[in-house]
């Protein structure tokens, strides 16, 4: 069809698609029905620890933990962290078990009202500390190794920066340091906004605000291209149950405790705090300086809610004098999902761990 | 499943009689699909009652990529075959989303699911009858200097009404910088057309088409909602959408208190002494336990270089399943007692 502009396609063409797209409608009035099996959690675990609503669980996998040093997985207030372990095609966990790691995962729970006052205090000295501290007692050693993931990698730097001491590695992956970068949507949005009326107001956020948030970031690819694409696999009944897990996860997202909501935007999204200081965790001064453990800091390339910049500025903030970065080709979430993810992302964290448990 | 049956065959008619339609497009002519919304209205109502994830996703499918992709349908048919260029097609495409007035991303996200806690609109919609009520009880006062025994209920109707008529001027300032973005979206996609119009490059699909169109609408969302102007007025709109909310919240308060009805703020307080009660002794309790601990330390010094291997069974599950944050705390409490570090 040269000469003829942008459009190389023909009537005919147009309707053959058509009825491609009219017969994956069809097989989806099947697919949809047949779907049963959309549960998360592709790898054994047990509850080992409890706080309130927050659960450490040990995740066991086919054989013993050749490492002697327990992994704790530390994710992010905003979904649930079963993202880690969705299926088992698609589990960072899994791979990390496969590699010997002893993998643990702090599961902060649903917060109702009654968890309004809760403040980052609580979430990093209390959940994470007691989780650390409920391991630290287990196993009999100072420190053990921590995986923070998104916001649950910043609490976990600040839990290594007020104690050096309980932490022996540290592991961030798509974590937010700068939150000022010039490509940071949520930082821009969080800047000039009223957070004190914002939380006396809605008391915990609620999720539909936090999720109405996160599909606002890109509205066209996440609520119009998203379910374009959804036909493409409704003759699949394996692709459409992936697809139909990844959606109950997306949409399945605690409301945020209130007080913890204020501190975090205030301090982090407003203050920038890692880089122009002023982090307070119950009357307590962050200071990255203060973590001199060896930091693996992974970040994705096409990572639209942390930016890649966001989370390199991690570098020359610490007083580690064993930093490392690994770039991972491929966005926020499919830095757990996606197949190269499966590859590349537990061998890398094996590999560093390994090396330092020389 | 008779049900599906009709549908199949009432499918196949339509998509016949559209392919046919097709293929017949003159030159001078865009061909209409018509009934592409009855189609898809039918077939997500068939679609639904499996598990609630798919219902949910056949929902969102219904509430617009369908709408948007059928569009799309049709501004392809209408060039399909035919000598046109990238800017016949963008203007096309304008045309069929509302001309100069357009404003796409108003579209998408007055049909983006949300609660009155998310979306100005729905939360107007929401509140309206209230808010109405309120205004027609209170409009002879609201002119009125405050004063007298009602003064102060009368102050905050006040403040009420000035508070709905900022965040309808706020939510308007938002929606002109959509609109812009939308104008950029329509810019950008006639530069992308231009760019594909090479041999070669030629978009073979509506599927690339629409891709096109999501690239170009993404980018000038991006632009816009990355700049200084746009914070500014996303803050101003969540702010004025909060004061709102918070006047109505105090009104709500108001009447319940006067029928001796417990209010969110006592509720609130209530919560804020547990968790405060629940910090202090946890602060204690940690202070305690550094003490005992220099107090045996001899003894129970940590060997982190002698570490046993991993313990095989999970050790001491806790199986509590208390709600509250108070009995969580016992829980705590609980599992405490006798442990060394």
């Known amino acids: 069809m040269e000469g003829f502009g942008p459009l190389g396609f023909t009537p005919d063409a147009l309707a053959q698609e058509s009825l491609r797209f009219q017969a994956k409608l069809r097989a989806g009035l099947d697919t949809l029905h047949q779907v049963h099996d959309i549960d998360y959690g592709a790898t054994a675990r047990e509850e080992v620890w409890r706080d309130g609503k927050v659960v450490l669980y040990r995740f066991r996998g086919d054989r013993a933990p050749t490492a002697r040093v327990p992994l704790l997985i530390v994710y992010a207030l905003v979904n649930r962290p079963y993202m880690v372990d969705l299926q088992d095609d698609k589990s960072i966990v899994r791979g990390l078990l496969e590699r010997g790691e002893d993998v643990y995962v702090l599961d902060w729970g649903y917060p109702d009202r009654s968890d309004r006052y809760l403040e980052l205090e609580d979430y990093i000295q209390r959940y ?231 | 499943m008779q049900g599906v049956d009709d549908f199949e065959a009432w499918n196949r008619r339509y998509w016949n009689a559209w392919g046919d339609a097709l293929r017949a497009t003159q030159p001078s002519g865009g061909a209409a699909m018509p009934g592409w919304n009855d189609a898809m209205d039918w077939w997500s109502q068939f679609a639904r009652g499996g598990l609630p994830q798919g219902d949910e996703a056949v929902s969102r499918f219904n509430a617009q990529a369908q709408g948007w992709f059928g569009q799309m349908q049709q501004l392809a048919a209408q060039f399909a075959g ?124 509506v599927r690339a088409l629409f891709d096109l169109w999501i690239d170009a609408a993404e980018e000038a969302y991006a632009d816009i909602a990355l700049s200084p102007r746009f914070r500014d007025a996303y803050a101003a709109l969540v702010n004025a959408q909060m004061t709102l909310r918070g006047r109505m919240q105090k009104e709500v308060e108001q009447m319940g208190s006067q029928f001796g009805m417990p209010t969110r703020t006592e509720v609130d307080s209530a919560h804020r002494k547990i968790v405060e009660l629940e910090r202090e002794q946890r602060r204690l309790r940690d202070a305690i336990e550094a003490l005992t601990r220099q107090a045996s330390q001899p003894q129970a010094r940590s060997a982190p270089d002698a570490a046993p291997a991993a313990p095989e069974k999970a050790p001491d599950k806790k199986t509590t399943t208390t709600k509250t944050a108070t009995k969580s705390t016992k829980a705590v409490s609980k599992a405490k007692p006798g442990r060394t570090r």
């Open chain 1, 128 to 358: 994470i500390g007691g989780a650390v501290d409920h391991l630290r007692h287990e196993y009999r050693m100072d420190g053990v190794n921590v995986l923070g993931i998104c916001q649950g990698g910043a609490f976990s730097l600040c839990f290594a920066a007020l104690n050096p001491h309980k932490v022996r590695n540290l592991i961030t992956m798509v974590t937010p340091v700068d939150f000022h970068t010039s490509d940071n949507m949520l930082g821009n949005w969080t800047r000039g906004l009223d957070v004190d009326l914002f939380v006396d107001t809605l008391g915990n956020v609620p999720a539909d605000v936090m999720n109405w948030c996160y599909l606002t970031l890109k509205p066209w690819r996440l609520f119009v291209q998203k379910y374009v694409g959804m036909v493409d696999v409704l003759d699949d009944p394996k692709a459409l149950e992936d697809f139909l897990r990844m959606e109950k996860w997306i949409f399945d997202s605690p409301d945020q405790a209130g007080e913890a909501f204020r501190q975090f935007v205030k301090q982090f999204y407003q203050g920038n705090g890692f880089l122009k200081g002023g982090i307070d965790i119950g009357g307590r001064t962050v200071d990255l300086r203060n973590i001199e453990v060896p930091i693996l800091n992974i970040y994705a390339e096409q990572d639209h809610l942390v930016p890649p910049a966001s989370s390199r500025a991690l570098a020359g903030l610490t007083g580690s004098g064993d930093y490392s970065e690994l770039s991972f080709r491929g966005g926020h979430i499919g830095i757990y999902v996606s197949s190269r993810a499966q590859r590349e992302v537990p061998q890398a964290i094996h590999d560093w761990l390994a090396q330092r448990a020389k």
């Open chain 2, 82 to 205: 035919r000598p046109a260029n990238a800017v016949d097609i963008a203007s096309a495409w304008k045309q069929a989303l509302g001309g100069d007035g357009a404003n796409p991303f108003a579209q998408v996200f007055a049909n983006m699911p949300g609660s009155a806690q998310t979306d100005p609109s729905k939360f107007f919609e929401s509140f309206a009858p209230w808010l109405q009520s309120m205004q027609r009880d209170g409009r002879s006062w609201l002119a009125l200097p405050a004063f007298g025994f009602a003064r102060e209920h009368q102050e905050r109707w006040q403040q009420l009404a000035q508070a709905q008529v900022e965040l309808q001027q706020q939510s308007q300032a938002y929606q002109t910088l959509l609109g812009e973005a939308g104008q950029d979206a329509f810019a950008r996609f006639e530069r992308k057309l231009e760019a594909r119009s090479a041999p070669g490059k030629q978009l073979e699909s």
